[in-house]
């Protein structure tokens, strides 16, 4: 069911991009809202269907992605913080690389062998993807295919990075040693 309400949103935000969209000028005259509606928005109707299809996969593969409310703000702002010529920003990718590498460091924290060692190659993966797509410049997967709009590769690089950094502080700050900080676990709704 949540994974439909996701996806009916961001249907509502790319009928309506303008009031919805993260808009540097917006969030400093006080439209907060968009340091989270902003990952709803889409360019193209081939973006709105990655983005969704992905987070509908994850979320009915792994559960609710508790993080994301936190996560999306988080994101918003390193955005306009480390790229201050940025003025305006739409897509779920940032937020979906996060989500991988936090599912993948949970399965890691959770198994042994093979398992643990594959779980650490899809973060590290993400990760590598990510920083080589900043480098390059060019999206690996998505190259070909029009998102409506020139995509900010560094989102890929500061979800990743973010999402690593989250589990990572959250699993040793606290009380936790066990498969997964509470505050990031991705559960059932």
Same mark, same amino acid.
């Given at each position: ?10 249907? /509502? ?7 919805? @969209?993260?808009? &540097? ?17 889409? #360019?193209?109707?081939?973006? *709105?269907?990655?983005? /969704? ?12 992605? &508790? *993080? ?31 989500? !991988?590498? %936090? /599912? ?8 042994? #062998?093979?398992? &643990?060692? #594959?779980? !650490?190659?899809?973060?590290?993966? !993400? ?13 690996? *997967?998505?190259? @070909? %295919?029009?998102? #409506? ?41």
């Amino acid at each position: 069911m949540g994974a439909l309400l996701l996806a009916a949103a961001a249907g /509502v935000a790319a009928a309506f991009p303008g009031g919805f @969209e993260l808009h &540097r000028t917006a969030v400093e005259h006080g439209e907060v809202w968009r340091l989270w509606t902003g990952h709803l928005v889409h #360019g193209s109707t081939a973006h *709105f269907g990655y983005d /969704v299809g992905a987070a509908v996969l994850l979320w009915v593969a792994f559960g609710a992605p &508790r *993080f994301w409310l936190w996560m999306a703000p988080l994101v918003s702002l390193v955005l306009l913080g480390v790229l201050p010529g940025l003025e305006r920003y739409y897509g779920m990718s940032a937020i979906l690389h996060a989500w !991988v590498v %936090i /599912v993948a460091l949970q399965v890691a924290a959770a198994s042994q #062998g093979a398992r &643990r060692l #594959g779980a !650490v190659a899809v973060a590290g993966g !993400v990760l590598a993807k990510s920083a080589t797509e900043t480098w390059l410049g060019t999206s690996i *997967f998505t190259s @070909e %295919i029009d998102l #409506g709009g020139p995509v900010l590769h560094a989102s890929h690089l500061v979800g990743a990075t973010l999402g690593f950094v989250s589990w990572t502080v959250l699993w040793y700050a606290g009380p936790w040693h066990r498969p997964a900080p509470e505050a990031l676990m991705c559960g059932d709704g």
